[in-house]
């Protein structure tokens, strides 16, 4: 009597929607960071999207390669680029740990260089001038106006990242010494700090939070149609969305949450603010991030 021999199952040289998926899943479940799962959720997203737009042969390195090239030819910035090749480098793993791809096919993809980086990107910030337009762009005479007038000064204020503005609780403003601060705030790591409020912040927070009625819970709410608070937060598209037309209406281009923080940074070196203090304030782990913002000395007269 023979017995039956189970036959080793292969692993895949061309994965379907389904495979990437799981793969994606996989990916996405790694990581402990929501930022950090929307960015690679993002990321993954386009890539599938590309890869599915027409038949190829398998999900090796040459296909990797022609997607770097089409990067490429949509001029994204190297940045971007290597961040959808990191992308694709994590699916390859989690495909091949998981037996949906053959380790060799893997390694291979694992092996495609990102795109050489020419200096450091510095990025986009405003003046102070630009700073006070922006604020300005806000009349805070509707429940709408005073909020996002609230949310755009925390931004340039106190250097908050979209997450903590979004994740932000009444209760986490409190009188310490004499100041106003931003309570034991845990960021990006999970990293904990007290971030001071300027005079002119607290006031615009105190009126969208009066007009509001908010006394608990998170500090900025969603706005229906009608101009009534509705639900108990809001998404980081709408956050996106006030930062982007309150630009426009300033007169100011490609203006995104993260340009307001490096505002805040500029603004407070130039007032005399020290490196570490600064990494404190935004709080970077190491110090050579702070760095990177190239600070240079400019008058902050709308930070005062």
């Not at 993809?109 to 762009?137: D, F, M, P, Y």
């Not at 005073?146 to 925390?154: D, G, Q, T, V």
């Not at 490096?262 to 070196?269: E, F, G, P, S, V």
Request: proline letters at 3%.
């Amino acid at each position: 009597m023979t017995r039956s021999r189970k036959k080793k199952k292969t692993p895949k040289r061309v994965l379907a929607l389904p495979d990437l998926e799981q793969a994606k899943s996989a990916v996405l479940n790694t990581l402990t960071s929501k930022s950090g799962q929307r960015t690679y959720d993002h990321a993954i997203t386009e890539f599938v999207e590309w890869h599915c737009s027409e038949p190829r042969l398998a999900f090796n390195r040459t296909v990797v390669l022609r997607y770097r090239i089409s990067l490429e030819q949509r001029q994204y910035a190297p940045s971007t680029i290597n961040l959808r090749l990191a992308a694709v480098r994590r699916i390859a793993y989690e495909a091949a740990d998981s037996g949906l791809l053959s380790p060799e096919l893997a390694a291979g993809i694992r092996r495609v260089k990102g795109v050489r980086r020419l200096g450091i990107r510095v990025g986009n910030w405003l003046t102070a001038e630009q700073g006070k337009r922006l604020l300005n762009a806000t009349s805070a005479d509707t429940l709408r106006s005073k909020r996002n007038r609230a949310m755009l000064s925390l931004l340039i204020g106190c250097g908050l990242r979209r997450a903590e503005l979004l994740g932000l609780m009444v209760n986490s403003i409190q009188l310490r010494e004499e100041h106003w601060v931003i309570a034991d705030l845990v960021g990006k790591g999970g990293h904990i700090r007290t971030v001071p409020i300027p005079l002119w912040v607290k006031r615009a927070v105190d009126s969208w939070a009066e007009s509001a009625h908010i006394t608990t819970g998170r500090v900025f709410r969603s706005i229906n149609k009608a101009g009534r608070i509705w639900g108990d937060g809001m998404t980081p598209k709408v956050l996106w969305e006030v930062v982007k037309d309150t630009a426009t209406r300033a007169g100011i281009e490609k203006l995104a949450s993260q340009d307001l923080r490096r505002t805040c940074a500029r603004l407070c070196h130039s007032a005399g603010g020290e490196l570490d203090q600064i990494q404190f304030l935004l709080g970077h782990v190491s110090i050579q991030t702070t760095e990177r913002l190239g600070l240079q000395t400019e008058t902050p007269d709308c930070c005062e």
